[in-house]
């Protein structure tokens, strides 16, 4: 479509790039009624909003379709990360491609004197971080004595990292006859107040509503057993076999792990977190952009600002810490009216917060199981079907060789090679310790439990010591997923755990007498300072051992508690964590 309400030169350049039509908070800021005014903008990640304030402050720049002579700068655009500004910074560099513009970016990371030889040969629009604008600032290398529109991208963000101080700095040194367009995803607070002094009369757009949850992205939600978690990523990123997907992790640490095990797998994967230099960055993003990778595993500040067009899968392996942060994340799939697939894997005792956060978002998830090796396997036959069979020209020397393997082999024989050197070049997906629920029973066909589930005596437990978990029947509790969970934080075997007993709200275990101090020690290790894991999961001494009796086929005990298998006084417990005794029920 033809944009002849925009400066020729933008439109040009938005007809080049195939837009069609223009986002809703694009088409807010250009409106009759925003013309000239300052903005405080709600618009999620995702939507357009780099184009947006470009289109937005061009009056403010242009005359007759061009620049005048670069001196000081016009524009100034603030962005919370290096990723965020650079990105930015190639945006406008294609949508004033036709106008002259002079374009500078001023980021932490990169070479500053050569920002600053940059900045004195004269630009039109600078973008820069925070730090390194006040930097150039108090250095006498930035001028804003000319500035006509200043632009804060993503301010709630910034004021999270904790940019105050630098942003009104920046501010304060520009004329108060600019222009001031504030973006953000949320207007809190700390935002409303920051408008209220930097901005005048200021119209506000919100596109929230409309943009909420990403109409172009697919939610799921896959719960796992904890101890299957990376083992769940490999058969995602197997399974859907997407061109570029992006896992997101809390931490340096996790990243660096997960990081190295995909590496071990045979996946083309790179890594994105606070310890790489901007150089390690550049190469990481490039290695995508370039198909040389096809998965990112990054922290969260790390992705903030990456736009990757083959993006198509997000994978939140560690459960965002809020709704904003669910979608900031997720919005790196979804863009640019391109289809994407956002999966968040939910330990079993995590669930009710997952649940309550996607209410708060109003995101509707489809919520299933991790998907097995047996899936994966059958989805590669289908993949591997349509590759062989899809419609392709072949030359003269490639019909030559399939007749001479014709003449010495089998056609089945052919085939099959082919279809094991396809195999040979994936890696190989991984059998799940917990495979989901299990296959349900026809009426009147008896159930058999195993003896730790039945909470059953077990040969060598009767000197033991009951401990105690802080899940139950309510939270999923299972002993497909506790077993190992207990082996990984007491780091003992199977074979030294005995009756495991799941009630509706805690579920009940013994360990043999001789070895529950080195239990309770390993496990104190692996809590942290709240006496949990990184799923809430806290393990704690039973006060006086079992609480309550296992189920009999007649029905619940009548005669009161049972005494449990482990002898009064053999075992000092100390409480470690968070748990303290309760007096028994």
Known sequence: MAFDHLPPALADALGARDYQTLTPVQSQVIEAGAHGRDLLVSAQTGSGKT?????????????????PFASAPLALIVAPTRELALQVSRELGWLY??????????????????????????????????????DHLERGALDLAALRVAVLDEADEMLDMGFREDLEEILDATPETRRTLLFSA???????????????????????????????????????????????????????????????????????????????????????????????????????????????VA??????????????????????RDAETLQHRSGRTGRAGKKG?????????????????????????????????????ARDRERLIEALLAPIEHDEEDIELGRRLLAERAPEEIAAALVRAHRATMPLPEELIDNGPPPRRERGERAEREPRERGG????????????????RRHNADPRWILPLLCRRGHVTKHEIGAIRIGPNETLFNIPLAIADRFAEAVERSANKDGEDDNGVAI??????????????????KDGPRKPHGKPGGFKAKPFGKGKPRAPR
């Open 97 to 134: 491609a036709a106008t002259g513009a002079r374009i500078a970016t001023c980021v932490g990371g990169m070479d500053a004197s050569r920002e600053r030889r940059a900045l004195n040969q004269g630009v039109h629009i600078v973008v820069g971080t925070p730090g390194r604008l006040r």
């Open 457 to 472: 005596h077990r040969d060598g437990f009767d000197d033991s010591v009951w401990f105690r978990l802080n899940i139950g």
């Open 186 to 296: 949320t207007i809190p607070k700390p935002i409303a107040q920051l408008a209220k002094r930097y901005q005048r009369d200021a119209l506000r757009i919100s596109t929230v509503g409309e943009d909420r949850g990403h109409g172009d992205i697919a939610y799921q939600v896959v719960t796992v057993a904890p101890a299957d978690i990376e083992s769940a990523v490999i058969n995602l990123l197997r399974l859907h076999d997407a061109e570029t997907a992006m896992l997101f992790c809390a931490t340096r640490d996790n990243v660096r792990r997960l990081h190295a095990r995909l590496v071990n797998r045979g996946f083309a994967a790179v890594a994105l977190s606070g310890e790489h230099s901007q150089n390690e960055r550049n190469q990481a993003l490039q290695a995508l952009r370039d198909r040389r990778a096809r998965v990112c």
């Open 540 to 557: 704690t001494p039973a006060p006086g051992g079992a609480t309550w009796p296992p189920r009999r086929e007649g029905g619940p005990r």
């Open 299 to 320: 922290t969260d500040v790390a992705a903030r600002g990456i736009d990757l067009p083959s993006l198509s899968l997000v994978v939140h392996v560690e459960i965002p």
């Open 341 to 377: 697939t956002a999966v968040l894997i939910v330990p079993y005792p995590r669930r009710r917060r997952v649940d309550a956060m996607l209410r708060g978002a109003r995101i509707d998830a489809e919520w299933t199981g991790a998907p097995t090796a047996d899936d994966v396997r």
């Open 51 to 67: 184009v947006a304030f470009g289109l937005a402050m061009a009056d403010e720049l242009l005359a007759d379709g061009r620049l």
